[in-house]
Protein backbone atom coordinates (compact mmCIF):
# COMPACT_ATOMS: atom_id res chain seq x y z
CA UNK A 1 0.00 0.00 0.00
CA UNK A 2 1.66 3.67 -0.81
CA UNK A 3 2.19 5.82 1.59
CA UNK A 4 -0.19 9.32 1.47
CA UNK A 5 1.92 12.35 0.59
CA UNK A 6 1.86 14.71 4.20
CA UNK A 7 1.02 18.03 3.84
CA UNK A 8 2.43 20.46 6.36
CA UNK A 9 -0.26 22.22 7.83
CA UNK A 10 1.64 24.49 10.64
CA UNK A 11 5.00 24.33 12.80
CA UNK A 12 5.76 23.61 16.99
CA UNK A 13 7.17 26.71 18.00
CA UNK A 14 7.88 26.05 21.54
CA UNK A 15 6.29 24.07 24.50
CA UNK A 16 3.31 25.72 26.69
CA UNK A 17 2.82 25.03 30.13
CA UNK A 18 4.02 21.61 31.73
CA UNK A 19 1.52 19.12 30.77
CA UNK A 20 3.03 19.22 27.22
CA UNK A 21 0.71 21.63 25.07
CA UNK A 22 2.22 23.15 22.25
CA UNK A 23 1.91 26.34 20.19
CA UNK A 24 1.61 25.89 16.61
CA UNK A 25 1.81 28.18 14.26
CA UNK A 26 -0.89 27.54 11.50
CA UNK A 27 -0.23 27.37 7.11
CA UNK A 28 -3.25 28.63 6.20
CA UNK A 29 -6.73 27.80 7.71
CA UNK A 30 -6.07 24.05 8.08
CA UNK A 31 -5.53 23.81 11.22
CA UNK A 32 -8.83 25.46 12.68
CA UNK A 33 -11.19 22.87 10.82
CA UNK A 34 -9.45 20.19 12.85
CA UNK A 35 -11.56 18.42 15.78
CA UNK A 36 -10.68 15.98 18.76
CA UNK A 37 -9.53 12.81 18.14
CA UNK A 38 -8.31 13.40 14.21
CA UNK A 39 -4.63 12.14 13.28
CA UNK A 40 -2.08 14.18 12.24
CA UNK A 41 1.66 13.57 11.66
CA UNK A 42 5.46 14.82 12.57
CA UNK A 43 8.68 13.83 11.19
CA UNK A 44 11.00 12.42 13.08
CA UNK A 45 14.31 10.89 11.90
CA UNK A 46 12.71 10.65 8.92
CA UNK A 47 9.66 8.27 10.16
CA UNK A 48 6.12 9.58 10.08
CA UNK A 49 4.76 10.00 14.02
CA UNK A 50 1.41 9.67 14.44
CA UNK A 51 0.10 12.21 16.63
CA UNK A 52 -4.01 11.92 17.96
CA UNK A 53 -5.73 15.73 18.36
CA UNK A 54 -7.04 15.64 22.00
CA UNK A 55 -7.88 19.27 22.13
CA UNK A 56 -6.91 22.92 20.30
CA UNK A 57 -7.66 26.46 20.87
CA UNK A 58 -6.90 29.75 19.39
CA UNK A 59 -4.14 32.25 21.04
CA UNK A 60 -3.72 35.27 18.90
CA UNK A 61 -2.17 34.29 15.55
CA UNK A 62 -1.03 30.70 16.80
CA UNK A 63 -3.21 27.28 18.25
CA UNK A 64 -2.33 25.97 21.97
CA UNK A 65 -2.64 21.93 21.07
CA UNK A 66 -2.63 18.79 22.36
CA UNK A 67 -1.68 15.37 21.66
CA UNK A 68 -2.68 12.34 23.04
CA UNK A 69 0.72 10.98 22.52
CA UNK A 70 2.58 14.08 24.10
CA UNK A 71 2.15 13.66 28.18
CA UNK A 72 5.19 16.24 29.26
CA UNK A 73 6.65 19.28 28.73
CA UNK A 74 10.10 17.54 27.64
CA UNK A 75 8.12 15.42 25.20
CA UNK A 76 6.29 18.58 23.91
CA UNK A 77 10.13 20.43 23.59
CA UNK A 78 11.06 17.39 21.13
CA UNK A 79 9.04 18.97 18.68
CA UNK A 80 9.99 22.20 18.89
CA UNK A 81 10.94 23.50 15.37
CA UNK A 82 8.88 20.55 13.53
CA UNK A 83 6.12 20.48 11.13
CA UNK A 84 2.64 19.19 12.08
CA UNK A 85 1.57 17.49 9.32
CA UNK A 86 -2.04 15.66 7.25
CA UNK A 87 -2.56 13.33 4.81
CA UNK A 88 -3.27 15.29 1.53
CA UNK A 89 -6.69 13.11 0.33
CA UNK A 90 -7.85 14.55 3.90
CA UNK A 91 -7.32 18.40 3.02
CA UNK A 92 -10.82 19.97 2.72
CA UNK A 93 -11.74 20.25 -1.52
CA UNK A 94 -10.74 24.16 -2.71
CA UNK A 95 -13.31 26.24 -4.43
CA UNK A 96 -12.59 25.75 -8.68
CA UNK A 97 -9.38 28.20 -9.26
CA UNK A 98 -8.19 27.97 -5.66
CA UNK A 99 -4.99 25.53 -5.23
CA UNK A 100 -2.79 24.20 -1.75
CA UNK A 101 0.24 25.74 -2.26
CA UNK A 102 1.99 22.18 -1.95
CA UNK A 103 0.14 21.76 -5.48
CA UNK A 104 2.12 24.47 -6.78
CA UNK A 105 5.43 24.19 -5.61
CA UNK A 106 7.85 22.63 -8.23
CA UNK A 107 5.89 23.43 -11.50
CA UNK A 108 7.21 25.12 -14.27
CA UNK A 109 6.30 28.58 -15.30
CA UNK A 110 6.13 29.80 -18.79
CA UNK A 111 4.63 33.26 -20.26
CA UNK A 112 1.90 32.66 -22.43
CA UNK A 113 3.77 32.49 -25.68
CA UNK A 114 5.38 29.37 -24.02
CA UNK A 115 8.83 30.86 -23.11
CA UNK A 116 9.72 28.87 -20.22
CA UNK A 117 10.62 31.56 -17.22
CA UNK A 118 11.67 28.59 -14.58
CA UNK A 119 9.82 26.53 -11.57
CA UNK A 120 8.13 27.34 -9.06
CA UNK A 121 10.35 27.32 -5.70
CA UNK A 122 8.02 29.55 -3.27
CA UNK A 123 5.07 30.98 -2.52
CA UNK A 124 5.41 34.74 -0.24
CA UNK A 125 1.98 35.38 1.21
CA UNK A 126 1.58 39.19 1.49
CA UNK A 127 -0.99 40.98 2.81
CA UNK A 128 -3.11 41.88 -0.45
CA UNK A 129 -1.72 38.82 -2.29
CA UNK A 130 0.83 36.35 -2.77
CA UNK A 131 3.89 36.37 -4.93
CA UNK A 132 4.84 33.40 -6.72
CA UNK A 133 9.11 32.91 -6.48
CA UNK A 134 10.16 31.46 -9.74
CA UNK A 135 13.49 30.80 -10.22
CA UNK A 136 15.49 29.98 -13.16
CA UNK A 137 19.88 29.49 -13.63
CA UNK A 138 20.59 31.11 -10.23
CA UNK A 139 18.27 33.94 -10.60
CA UNK A 140 14.91 34.60 -8.99
CA UNK A 141 11.25 36.64 -10.52
CA UNK A 142 9.13 37.56 -8.60
CA UNK A 143 5.64 37.32 -9.88
CA UNK A 144 2.35 38.76 -8.34
CA UNK A 145 -0.25 35.89 -8.15
CA UNK A 146 -3.00 37.79 -9.56
CA UNK A 147 -5.57 36.98 -11.88
CA UNK A 148 -4.75 39.60 -14.26
CA UNK A 149 -1.19 37.96 -14.45
CA UNK A 150 -1.68 34.03 -13.70
CA UNK A 151 -3.31 33.16 -16.63
CA UNK A 152 -3.65 29.42 -16.34
CA UNK A 153 -2.87 26.73 -13.72
CA UNK A 154 -2.58 23.00 -15.44
CA UNK A 155 -1.50 20.31 -12.69
CA UNK A 156 -1.83 17.76 -15.23
CA UNK A 157 0.99 19.35 -17.37
CA UNK A 158 3.01 20.38 -14.60
CA UNK A 159 2.80 24.21 -16.01
CA UNK A 160 1.60 27.39 -14.61
CA UNK A 161 0.93 30.09 -17.55
CA UNK A 162 1.71 33.61 -16.74
CA UNK A 163 1.39 37.20 -18.86
CA UNK A 164 3.61 39.43 -17.48
CA UNK A 165 2.68 42.81 -16.30
CA UNK A 166 5.28 45.74 -18.05
CA UNK A 167 8.43 45.91 -15.98
CA UNK A 168 8.64 41.75 -14.97
CA UNK A 169 9.48 41.52 -19.23
CA UNK A 170 13.14 39.91 -19.04
Known amino acids: MKE?????????T??????????????????DRMRV???????????????????????????IVEFEEIESRDQAESLTGREIFIESERLPDLPEGEFY?????????????????????AILETGSNDV???ESGGREVLIPAIEEVVREVDLQNGKIVVELPEGLES
Not at 4 to 12: D, E, Q, R, T, Y
Not at 39 to 51: D, P, T, V
Open 101 to 121: QFQLIGLSVETREGRPLGTLS
Open 132 to 134: YVV
Open 37 to 63: GERLFAKESGARRQLTLASLRAQNRVW
Open 4 to 12: SLLVPIGKV
Open 14 to 31: RAHGIRGALKVFAYGETL
